[in-house]
């Protein structure tokens, strides 16, 4: 059996550091639309809300942001500028709100803040201007030596926690039933994740209207305890 080195150790760390809940960049602020689908009565308990995230997984995160992760991890391990500006310009326009907009740069401006202050800058610096969340996390990813599988199931793993923080927050929906929801969708994000790493250019691109429309809503929505 092949032991794991040190540098798999710390890769792996980083990762965990990556995906961390206590990671400074203000994730918990945001619930993707979901505090709207509660509002609007379209996600009304655990199996509503299994639904909704399976939904979000398949048509979502496994044809947007996960293969696009894979393509600015792989920009990044070759230092290809027009590749990490085409990838990262692609993400911002699938971006339908402007709630899931700012979440993007905002989030991408906090993790770069934090990428400088620990000294993990790219060796040009500049490719870090104007990254979203997902361009900054594959080159942190990257920088910690996390093979991009394992990077794409971390990232799938930070989405659906934060997903469940904003439910348990939002509906009376207990910390064991957020625990049988993971069970649940543990083995789709695997697959997910499977299916992002083959998708074409040509195949990809969300497609969420309900969840474009619960953020749409949520702009302009009375009252609320998220950004998004």
């Known amino acids: 059996m ?15 550091q990556l995906v961390s809940p206590a990671l400074p960049i203000g994730a918990f602020a945001w619930s993707q639309g979901l505090e709207s689908a509660f509002e609007l009565g379209w ?3 655990e199996d509503d809300l299994g639904d909704w995230l399976e939904g979000v997984l398949d048509d979502g995160l496994g044809r947007c942001e996960l293969p696009a992760l894979a393509r600015l991890m792989a920009a990044w391990a070759v230092d290809d500028p027009d590749a990490l500006r ?26 770069t803040r934090l ?21 900054v996390f ?8 996390v093979a991009p599988r394992q990077a794409l199931l971390g990232f799938a793993w930070a989405w659906l926690e934060n997903q469940l923080a904003v439910a348990c927050k939002a509906l009376p929906l207990g910390h064991t039933a957020a625990q049988r929801l993971i069970e649940r969708l543990r083995p789709a994000l695997s697959s997910a994740v499977d299916a992002a790493l083959v998708r074409d250019d040509d195949a990809l691109g969300p497609m969420l209207p309900g969840l474009a429309l619960a953020s749409a809503q949520h702009e ?9």
């Open 138 to 145: 594959a080159w942190l990813a990257h920088a910690r030596g």
């Open 220 to 228: 302009t929505q009375y009252s609320r305890l998220f950004r998004s």
């Open 43 to 45: 996600v009304r308990g």
């Open 86 to 111: 085409h990838w990262n310009g692609w993400l911002a326009a699938t971006r339908e709100t402007a709630e899931l907009a700012a979440e993007e740069a905002r989030l991408g401006a906090a993790l």
């Open 115 to 135: 990428v400088k202050s620990l000294e993990l800058t790219p060796p040009t610096p500049s490719r870090l201007e104007g990254m979203g969340y997902v361009g």
């Open 2 to 16: 092949t032991m794991p080195t040190e540098s798999d150790d710390l890769a792996l760390l980083g990762l965990m």
